[in-house]
């Protein structure tokens, strides 16, 4: 306790003056003059230090960090939250800094850096964070002898919105130690929604590209999200089907999406083989309606657009009704009622002997075979993610490279669950405190997660996009929705429209 001294013999000298004896009236008069200065004075030379916060240590949590606030007295607080830029300050009106007290090093997802401040009315603690973390999850509790701040860096936030009667979008923001994720989780249920899956290309042919919102607004399809890798021409690279047409061919047995005439689906690699009879001359054909290389025998059918759109270094016969109708060296126009058979390197001097009017048959087969299976649809991607509810990644079996593989991305993926529920999903990435996206390991874990049997991942990057009611709802890497070659599309007939 402060003890105050003042001294009385000033006070009654300047009172009497000095050598005068005071009588008994005005000694009580001095003494209540002495009091009242003692009153007025007193607290201000007897008041307390203020409380102080003497440590603050930062401790790594499984949800994040916890800041643990050490001080005297009750530390009544104040909690303030900010989502631009994201940070939260913890204020202490009353308080002082502690000297020598350090500001905690942090070490851990999310935080960026730890500010501590003090002026008139307090102490501030303020908490700068690379990306926004739940408000409703940011706490302090009190505990003996100080505070306790919960910062959840690790943490899943979601929300779940009916589309339409069995169609429901999930949209999840993760925290996790390398950086935040947003999911778009497209659910649907063919037994409730009568949900019809179909594939489209871009522009009707495999010669374009257009966003995924155009496409899925010409079908008039009510959800849509990106389909196959393609080149830079906008040809799907790999298996397409569509309408019962085998437009683009199976290539290096990689998996692929199909839909039956009787709307099963499936999630199945695909093999190729063809071959191609001019008179008495038979050719094992390369590919289809795609960009013709060194040493090919390429197939154009209409699928592909007015002309083969090829160069004069190899030749090209004209078939109408079965026949050769006409002979070119390149960029054949191609006939709605025929095909166009075009050679390069050797099949181009092989070609260049065939007559018109000679004979010609041509064979395609896919392995499973399209027709017998009665494909009506179908859109190869891959590698396969999950088979029999498993994590089984076929990517070295269908030879992808390592920027397909490997790192995060952004990322799409189709999946079915046992009970036939329809499962699309995509993830940002390549926004850094934003959404870091996933490796294919994370997607195949989501897609068990999720509940699913069989998936299989689609094109990946800038070109995944997830459309609902023609509105793109994830966020293209590219800052805007890239356009694409084709597009898995599911139908509903509706009643009436929600106001998703």
């Known amino acids: 306790m402060a003890v105050l001294s003042v001294p009385i013999t000033p006070i009654i000298t300047a009172c009497l003056g000095a050598g005068e004896l005071p009588r008994l009236p005005e000694l009580v008069g001095m003494l209540v003059l002495t009091l009242a200065i003692l009153l007025i004075i007193a607290p201000a030379g007897a008041q307390a230090a203020p409380p102080a916060i003497t440590d603050i240590t930062a401790v790594p949590t499984e949800a994040g960090v916890e800041f643990v606030i050490k001080g005297s007295g009750d530390l009544e607080h104040r909690l303030l939250y900010y989502v631009n ?78 589309v339409t009667p069995g169609v429901y979008y999930h949209q999840v923001t993760r925290g996790t130690p390398e950086g935040p994720i947003e999911i778009n989780i497209l659910e649907l249920d063919p037994e409730v929604a009568q ?70 689906l499936l999630i199945t690699p695909f093999g190729f083989s063809g071959k191609v009879r001019l008179g008495e001359v038979e050719l094992p054909v390369s590919g289809l309606n795609r960009q013709r290389y060194t040493d090919e025998l390429i197939i154009y059918t209409p699928d592909r657009g007015e002309t083969t759109e090829t160069n004069s270094f190899g030749f090209e016969l004209v078939i109408i009704d079965g026949k050769v109708a006409e002979r ?88 079915l669950t046992p009970s036939g529920k329809i499962v699309a999903v995509t993830v940002n990435g390549r926004k850094a405190n934003i959404s870091v996206g996933m490796t294919l390991e994370e997607l195949a874990e989501l897609m068990v997660e999720l509940g699913c049997e069989q998936a299989l991942n689609l094109d990946g990057g800038g070109s995944v996009t997830m459309v609902i009611r023609d509105r793109p709802l994830n966020m293209p890497s590219d800052g805007r929705e890239r356009q694409v070659s084709s597009a898995i599309l599911f139908i509903v007939n509706e009643d009436h429209k929600e106001s998703f």
């Open 328 to 415: 070119v060296r390149g960029d054949a126009a191609i006939p709605r009622n025929g095909y166009v058979v075009s050679g390069h390197g050797k099949y181009k001097d092989i070609l260049q002997g065939i007559e018109v009017g000679t004979p010609c048959t041509l064979q395609l087969e896919t392995e499973p075979d399209w027709r017998r299976a009665k494909i009506r649809y179908a859109v190869g991607a891959g590698p396969q993610l999950v088979k029999n509810g498993q994590i089984q990644i076929t990517a070295d079996e269908e030879s992808f490279k390592p920027d397909i593989t490997q790192g995060k991305a952004p990322r799409s993926a189709l999946g």
């Open 195 to 264: 949900v019809k899956v179909e594939t489209r290309l871009a522009q009707e042919r495999t010669l374009g590209r257009e966003p995924l919102s155009a496409i899925t607004k010409r079908a008039g399809a009510l959800a849509g999200i990106n389909g196959s890798f393609f080149s830079s021409d906008g040809t799907p690279l790999g298996l397409y089907i569509q309408d019962g047409r085998l437009i683009t061919e199976p290539i290096l047995h990689r998996t692929a999406l199909a839909v039956t005439e009787e709307g099963k």
């Open 85 to 162: 830029p994201s940070k939260i300050i913890l204020e202490l009106p009353g308080y002082t800094l502690d000297s020598g007290l350090k500001v905690p090093a942090v070490s851990g997802p999310g935080i960026q850096r730890v500010r501590l401040t003090q002026n008139q009315s307090g102490i501030k603690v303020a908490i700068d964070l690379y990306y926004p973390v739940p408000r409703s999850q940011v706490t302090v509790k009190k505990e003996p002898g100080g505070l306790r701040l919960v910062v959840p860096t690790l943490f899943e936030e979601s929300r779940r919105i009916r």
